[in-house]
Every structure is written in C-alpha cells, then in structure tokens.
C-alpha cells in the first residue's frame, strides 16, 4: 500500500505561481509512476503531468506545458507541481496520484492509477 498525502493548495491570482506537494509513504517500491491531477468544479479529473520513476522523465497535458513542471525530491518520497502563469482556468481540486505499472508511455489515464490522495483546493482569481 502506498499513502498519499497532498498539500500547498490556495488561492492566488493570475499570473502567479504555487508549488503543490505530495508526500508518498508505505511500499514505495512498487510504484513506478507518479502524476498530478486536476478536477475543475463540476468537470471530470484529468491528468496534468506524471513522471516515470525509474528514470526521471516527466510528461505534461498540452494545457500545462510550459507553465507547470513536476519534479520528485532525491529521496523520491515528496512529489512536486510547481505551478507558473497561474490562470482561472486552473482552479480546481489537484490529486496526487502513483501506478504500480511499470510499464507505459507518456501521460497516464488517470483510470491506471493504483494509490491517490485526498486532494488540495487551488483557486484562482482574475
């Protein structure tokens, strides 16, 4: 079992920046993906980013690239999302989310994810 526990999220106003983290715990070894999520109120989740652990490589949805970059601290137990050039559009609940499948390319579907967390709000204003 793996524990996730998201934090960082509040409000800012466009333009701005925030940094969201995850802190992973239990049997670490058996994932081999991590990624962030967002579900915008009323709207279904989707995935932003997600980096492969093994080797580091990160992958980004067309709406983040750019603006968010996701990075894990050495020990590889904190997850990062810096978040940049904040817009409304970004408001939402963001997920921590972590796949044991070793296996798969790019961005994950948010349905192989095995573990997630309880999320953390952000907001966003004009």
């Known amino acids: 079992q793996v524990q996730l526990v998201e934090s960082g999220g509040r409000s800012s106003q466009a333009g701005g920046s925030l940094r969201l983290s995850c802190a992973a715990s239990g049997d670490l070894r058996s994932t081999y993906y991590m990624g962030w999520t967002r579900q915008p109120p009323g709207q279904v989740r989707v995935g932003l980013a997600g980096?492969?652990?093994?080797?580091?490589?990160?992958y980004y949805a067309d709406s983040v690239k750019g603006r968010f970059t996701i990075s894990q601290d050495n020990a590889g137990s904190t997850l990062y999302l810096q978040m940049n050039s904040l817009k409304p559009e970004d408001t939402g609940m963001y997920y921590c989310?972590?796949?044991?499948?070793?296996?798969?390319?790019?961005?994950?579907?948010?349905?192989?994810?095995?573990?997630w967390g309880q999320g953390t709000q952000v907001t966003v204003s004009s």
């Open positions: 989310a972590a796949d044991r499948d070793r296996y798969g390319v790019g961005l994950r579907q948010i349905t192989y994810m095995d573990y």
């Open positions: 980096i492969y652990l093994p080797s580091g490589s990160p």
